[in-house]
């Protein structure tokens, strides 16, 4: 089983950054495609990015992109997304997910229902 724990939300103002950081454990992090998602009530889960295990590829949903980038240190079982010109509809809450069992290395999930694993959530508040 992975457990996933995220850290690094919080408050910013608009136009500022926030870095947010998942640490993996259970498993070898370097079969892992990592993705961040978030939340708001009342809607879906919404993809941002992903990063494939490999760590050659990624995508992100055009919201984000230009402004977040995804990464990932396979020698610190860590995943990143650093965040910058923040606006306040990126307020939500935000999920770090992992998918196991992929074999190619370039492949990225894109989609919530490919991730198996989720971490707890962090709160991201984005004043105006």
């Known amino acids: 089983q992975v457990q996933l724990v995220e850290s690094g939300g919080g408050s910013a103002q608009a136009g500022g950054s926030l870095r947010l950081s998942c640490v993996a454990s259970g498993r070898t992090f370097v079969d892992l495609i990592m993705g961040w998602f978030r939340q708001v009530p009342g809607k879906e889960r919404e993809f941002l990015a992903g990063?494939?295990?490999?760590?050659?590829?990624?995508q992100y949903t055009d919201s984000v992109k230009g402004r977040f980038t995804i990464s990932r240190d396979n020698t610190k079982n860590t995943a990143a997304l650093q965040m910058n010109s923040l606006k306040s509809d990126d307020t939500a809450i935000y999920y770090c997910a992992a998918r196991s069992g992929v074999r190619y290395p370039t492949y990225v999930a894109t989609t919530s229902r490919e991730y198996q694993h989720w971490g707890q959530g962090t709160q991201v508040t984005v004043s105006s």
């Open positions: 990063i494939s295990w490999s760590g050659s590829i990624v």
